[in-house]
């Protein structure tokens, strides 16, 4: 189900500051649109690299992805101008990579992460979130995930009701791309992108909140004398 915005398009909604200072903007032709979405011929096997050894700060994740492959893909998705923004970003609303048309301004790109961030916490029980805005258009949220984890038991220690995705993506399209077509299309580059980057789960994922106090140290029962 998508949700529509009537009002000023939550103007006022933008994604935190990055967290990463390596969000980049690409530019792309528009494909011819009756042409099948394919990625078989990217390479993917250096799109980011694990280090050997060591606890890796979450600050040196940028030196792990290839900014440029990373690009590439988000770019392949585009169809210009109806389809004409992807938009990688973390689970907590940091923006990481995105593809646009020229000129598109970087706070309107912000703006889209909030909508997405916002919208994919009210939906993610259902694996997917939807919002028409009037000012953006369509938006598309899906997470990217590698299954295949779950499948040999790698995290055992998350419930599956509080496993996070590693990372979101977001299609921001015209009204004439049709919904299913949108999620088609994301479907397609979330597959293709969770394989390696599930390299940095351990890195990616949404810590809980630690407990309050009351709850470490219960308030001790009264004694009546």
Do not use: C
Not at 17 to 23: H, L, P, T
Not at 61 to 81: A, E, F, T
Not at 103 to 113: A, L, S
């Amino acid at each position: 189900m998508s949700r529509t915005w009537n009002t000023a398009d939550r103007d006022r909604v933008t994604a935190p500051d990055d967290q990463y200072s390596f969000a980049t903007r690409t530019s792309a032709s528009p494909t011819n649109p009756h042409d099948t979405l394919s990625f078989t011929d990217i390479d993917t096997a250096g799109l980011a690299f694990k280090p050997s050894s060591g606890a890796v700060p979450p600050s040196t994740l940028p030196d792990m992805l290839m900014l440029s492959k990373l690009n590439h893909i988000l770019s392949r998705v585009l169809d210009l101008p109806d389809l004409h923004s992807a938009v990688l970003l973390t689970v907590t609303g940091e923006l990481v990579s995105y593809a646009s048309y020229p000129g598109r301004p970087k706070d309107e790109i912000r703006v889209v992460t909030g909508l997405a961030t916002e919208i994919w916490q009210e939906t993610m029980e259902q694996g997917y979130g939807m919002v028409e805005s009037e000012k953006f258009g369509r938006i598309v949220v899906l997470p990217i995930d590698d299954d295949s984890a779950q499948v040999n038991g790698e995290d055992e220690d998350e419930g599956s009701s509080e496993r996070q995705p590693l990372m979101l993506l977001a299609l921001n399209a015209t009204d004439a791309v049709e919904w299913d077509e949108l999620q088609e299309k994301g479907s397609v580059v979330a597959a293709h992108l969770a394989k390696p980057l599930s390299r940095f789960r351990d890195y990616l994922k949404v810590k809980p909140a630690p407990p309050t106090p009351s709850a470490l140290s219960p308030t001790p029962a009264r004694s009546n004398h």
